[in-house]
Structures are given as structure tokens and as C-alpha cells.
């Protein structure tokens, strides 16, 4: 599939490798301290919804990283906040020096262009569901489904 959504990882149905799991969390964590959730909508919302990690692979990885000593977790209003320890800064370091772990180098892609339009569109039909009164809400669909008939309309041009 040509430049797929795949199953919300990216082109091709791209997954992270575990290796940048690891790294991710690291970088993420030389900003500020946060817990695990926290780290999940970061690295969707740096990657345009590209990468979504899942819980079941940020929390055996934060844990691993409790265990060698580059991350510390404590409970903070009754969430496990992860924070870097010396060797972890260190680490991060040397990580962000090099490409951040998000990153792949399709920046001017279309596809990843048409992803993060889709977000960014996703995230005002949200705010509008939320916010917006019945007139808005009802212009709001005439709108989508004007767009909706332009978009097929492109697949069907010569």
C-alpha cells in the first residue's frame, strides 16, 4: 500500500524498534520528568500519529530502565512519575545528540503531511463536538461532507 496509514505506525505499517523505545523514553525524560501515559501522547503527537506506542511497551520498558539504573519512578498524586538519574542524563544525552528516536527523515513527505492535516483536523472536529453550539455543530457537517466529496472527487480525475 503506497504511503498506507498501515495500523496507525506509519508508512507501511511501520513499527518502532524496541531499540527505539528505549530511546525515545530517554530523550523524552531530559526534558522533564512524567509517567508512562504521558510519554505515549508525546511521541504521538511528535510524530504527527505515526507512532503510538502502546502501554505494554513503554511500561516493561520504563521498568527495564528502573532496573539499570538510568531512570527512577516515584509516586506523585498517586501516578508513577519516571525521571532520569545521573547515568540516565548521560545516556540521554549522548542519544539527542544523534537523530531524535522519532524521527525518519520524511519530514516533506506527503503522506506525512496528509497525516498530520488529519490530526490537526481531528483534533477542531473534537473541539468543536465539545465546545461548539447546534449551528456550528451543523456547519461543521455540511463542511465535512463537502470536503469528503472533494477528496473521492481527486481519486476520480484523470
Known sequence: MKG??????????????????????????????????EMIQQLEERTGGRWRPSAGS????????????????????????????????????????????WDRGDEDSPYRRLRAEAMRTRAALLQIGRAGDEEQVEKAVELLTETRRRLYGLLAEE
Open 58 to 101: 513503554i511500561y516493561p520498558t520504563l521498568q527495564l530502565l528502573e532496573d539499570e539504573g538510568l531512570v527512577k519512578g516515584e509516586e506523585i498524586d498517586g501516578k508513577r512519575v519516571f525521571s532520569l538519574t545521573e547515568q540516565g542524563s548521560e545516556a540521554a544525552e549522548g542519544i539527542a545528540e544523534r537523530r531524535q528516536p
Open 4 to 37: 498506507g496509514w498501515g495500523h496507525g505506525y506509519g508508512d507501511r505499517g511501520h513499527r518502532a524498534r524496541r531499540g527505539d523505545v528505549r530511546s525515545a523514553i530517554l530523550v523524552l525524560l531530559r526534558e522533564r520528568s512524567m509517567h508512562g501515559y
